[in-house]
């Protein structure tokens, strides 16, 4: 009678187990996977930083001594233009070659005002981006993170541009879900905001 008992017992582990295998593996094709991966928003995480805060008070300085320059040309040709309107014909001579020479220099400064703000942003957003993918990779070393992606999820879909622009936005979307468990951009933020105060502030 026991044997029988057991022998049921048996079997119906032997079933039981039969019938959850498959249950077993659709669950399993659903696992997530074992390798870390955390995101990353680029842009706010460079927004985050003092380096960059910093960075663009000392391109803001710049513009406005480039803006001086020009203006201090711009107000000597005013002065010259309206003496014009009064002198003498010898004067008036004097002074057409005066405002020719003063519109050259204007444009050349005017010129060197456009190219060094230019080159100055871009050797800052260079600067900074370097050191976020560095700061991205010591991080990740450390947390353990295998593969750390850009964060576009929170990126809105065009609205004008036709279905060529929206096909475009969505395919080139790297991200199209992420917890906010896998986000590092306010740690990675801190982070470099730390490193750049013990550094003193200086880039």
């Known amino acids: 009678r026991w044997s029988l008992v057991g022998s049921l017992v048996l079997v119906g582990g032997a079933v039981l187990s039969l019938s959850t295998a498959p249950v077993n593996a659709n669950l399993a094709q659903f696992a997530p996977s074992a390798e870390p991966v955390a995101v990353v928003d680029l842009q706010l995480l460079i927004e985050s930083l003092d380096e960059r805060t910093q960075g663009q008070k000392e391109l803001d300085e710049l513009g406005t001594r480039l803006e001086k320059g020009v203006n201090d040309i711009r107000t000597e040709l005013r002065a010259r233009a309206d003496e014009l309107e009064t ?3 010898a004067r008036a001579r004097q002074l057409f070659e005066e405002i020719v020479r003063l519109q050259a220099r204007l444009q050349a400064e005017e010129q060197y005002a456009q190219r060094i703000a230019a080159e100055r942003l871009t050797r800052l957003k260079r600067d900074l981006y370097r050191k976020v993918l560095a700061a991205v990779e010591n991080y990740s070393t450390t947390a353990g993170y295998s593969l750390v992606i850009s964060d576009d999820s929170a990126a809105p879909l065009p609205n004008d541009g036709g279905l060529q622009a929206l096909e475009a936005s969505m395919i080139s979307r790297t991200v199209l879900y992420a917890r906010e468990t896998v986000d590092i951009t ?8 730390t490193d750049f105060k013990n550094a003193g502030g200086n880039r």
């Open 186 to 193: 306010e740690a990675v933020a801190n982070r470099m905001n």
């Open 87 to 89: 002198a003498s014909d």
